[in-house]
C-alpha cells in the first residue's frame, strides 16, 4: 500500500469519526438554544394570561393563532405541577400532526382552579435545524474532496524526488562507472536522504572498485612467481638421472601449477569483462569459427569415438574474438571431457541461437548452481570458472544462456536476442 | 644439422629465477643468452650488440619494456622481439604488437612454449631464404609443410606436423606433457586429466617417421614428458 493511500485512509476515517460526534454535539446544541426560545415564548404567553386573570378575574378570551394554541380545563385538584414537555401539534390549516412544545401551567380564577396548557409548534426549528444540518454537511463533503483530490496532487508532486531517488537505487549497478546521480530538491529530507545515497553509492563503487582492483592485482602478481615455478619446473625435468617416483612427483606439481595458472587466468578474464576493459567487438562468421574450432578438436573427439552430428546454418555475431574464442573452447571442451567413450555431440546453429549438447553423466547437473562461481561436479578437475566466463561473456553482450538435461543429453544454449 | 642451430639472444627480465631459468633453457648446444635485468642495461645492450631474438619483459625497474621496443624500432634494428609480460590485457598486447613486436608470450610459460617460439621468429628473420629445418635424415619444408624422411615424402596430420616442429625447437629437452597439450590445442580447454590422446599422437608420429626409415627419436622421460633426441 502506498504510504499516501495509507495517510488518506486515515486521515478520512478520523474525519468521518469527527464529523459524526460534532454533528451530534451540533445538532444537539442548536436543538436546545431553540427549544429554550420556545419555551421563553410559552413563558410570555402564560405570564400574560397571569397578568390577564389578576386583572380581570377572569380566563381570557382565547384567540387563534399561528403555531400557538391555549387551553382552559377546570380542575380537580389544587395540585397541578407546572411543566414543560414535548407534545404533538395538531395543524388545523396544514391538517397533520407536527411536532409540539407544552407548558402545563395552573391558574385560580375565583376559587376554582384551571389548568392552562399553552402549546407551541415546533414545526420552523425543526426546518431550522435540519436547513443548517444539511448545509454543514455539504460544506464538509466538499471540503473532503477537495482536499483529498488536492493531497493526491500536491503530495505526488511533493514525493517527485524521492522516488526519482528511488529509481537511481534501483538501476544503481556496482560495477557500472556511474553512480547515482543527485536529484535536486528543495525538501530538506529529500536533500539528505539524496546526499546520503549519492555519497553512499560513491563509497560502494569506490569499496568495489579496489576490491576489483585487488583482485586484479593479487592475480596478476601471482603469475609472476608461477613462472618461476613453472620455468624451475622445466629446469628440473632436465637433469639427467632420476627414479620414475620422481618424475611422476614432479608431473603431478607441473599439473598443479598449471591448474593454478588457468585459475588465475579465468579470474583476470572474469574481472576484465565485468570492468568492460575489453577491445572492440568485430563481426565474426560464427558458422565458420564453430566448423574451424571442431576441426582443431578432431583429435580429441577421434580418441573417445564420439560422434558430432552438425546442424549448422550461417549466423554472424559481432563479438570480441577472444571472448567468443573462451566461450566456445569451453563449452566444446566441456562437451568433450564430460562425454562418454562412443558419445554424441550435437551442435545446432542458426540465426537466433547456438546450440550444444552432449551425453555423459546420466543425471543433470544442478541448474542453478552449474553457473555458479567453482561450482563443479565431483569428477571435473576443472577450474570451476569456465561456465562461469561464459556466462558473463553472454551477459556482458545480452545473450542468454541456459542449461537443461533432456532425454540423456546436457545442453547448453545461447539465445543471440 | 639445421642452419638455425646456433642463436644468439638477449632476456630482459628483472626476475632472476626466470631469467635464469631461460639462460639455462637456451645456452646448451652453442646459442648465446646474454642477460639485463633493468632498463638501463637492456638500452646498453640493444644499442651495443644485435640479436637474432630479444625476450622482452614489460614491467621493468625504471622504465617499460614498450619504450625499449620503440627504441629498437626507432633506430631500425632488425632484432626479433618476443614480448614475456604478466598482463595479458588485449590492449597491452596489441599495442606491443602494433608496435613491431614480433610475438607475445602471457606468464607463466612453459620454456619449450618460448623455445620454439623464440625459434619460430628467428627462422622468419633468417634472410638466406632457406626454408627447410633438417634434422638428421629429417627434412621440414617450412613453405609447403611437407615432411621427408631421406627424400621419402611423409604424410602428417596438421597436429603431428606441429609436433614435429616443436620437438625439433626443443631438441635434446624434455618437454612436459602440459606444454605439448597445450601448444596443440591452446590453454583454455581443461584437459590436465587427461593425456592419452597425447600419447597416441605421439606413438603415431613416431611410427610414421620410423617407417619412413628414420631413427627413433622420441622418448618418454620418466612420465614427466617427451624427449626429441638423437643420441
Known sequence: MKLIDRYNRISLLVTIAIIIVTGFVYYLTISYILTNRVDRDLVVEENEIFAYVKLNDKLPQVFKSDGLKIRF???????????????????????EQEAGRMLTSSVKVEGKT????????????????????FITLGIILVLLTLLLIINRILVRRLWKPFYRILEGIKLFNVADKNGIHPVASNIDE???????VTAMSGRVMNDYQSLKGFVENAAHELMTPLAVINSKLDTLMQVGEMTDKQGAIISEVYDTVGRLKKLNRSMLLLSRIENKLLAEPEIIDLLGFIEHKISEFHELLAERDIVVNQDLQPCQVTINRDLLTVMLNNLLGNAILHNIKNGNIGIRLNKNELLIANTGSGTALNEQKVLQRFYKSSESE??????????????????????????GLHAFEIKFQ | MSFETIVKVLVIEDEPGLRDSIRDYFTEGGNICETANDFESAIQKINLYRYDCILLDITLPNGSGLDILESLKANHHPDGVLIISAKNSLDDRLHGLDLGADDYLTKPFHLSELKARVMAIVRRKSFNGNREIIFNEITVDLLAKQVEVSHTPVKLTKKEYALLLYFIANKGKVISKNAIAEHLWGDEIDISDNFDFIYSHIKNLRKKLMDAGSGDYIQSTYGMGYKFSDH
Open chain 1, 190 to 196: 529529500f536533500r539528505d536522504l539524496n546526499m546520503e
Open chain 1, 114 to 133: 384551571y389548568r392552562i396548557e399553552i402549546t407551541e409548534s415546533k414545526v420552523e426549528t425543526e426546518y431550522l435545524i435540519r436547513f443548517i444540518f
Open chain 1, 73 to 95: 380545563t377546570a380542575s380537580a385538584t389544587d395540585s397541578i405541577t407546572r411543566t414543560f414537555g414535548n407534545t404533538l401539534f395538531y395543524n388545523e390549516e396544514e391538517n
Open chain 1, 382 to 407: 576443472g577450474s570451476g570458472l569456465g561456465l562461469t566466463l561464459v556466462k558473463e561473456i553472454c551477459d556482458n553482450y545480452g545473450y542468454v544462456f541456459n542449461y537443461n538435461f533432456k532425454d
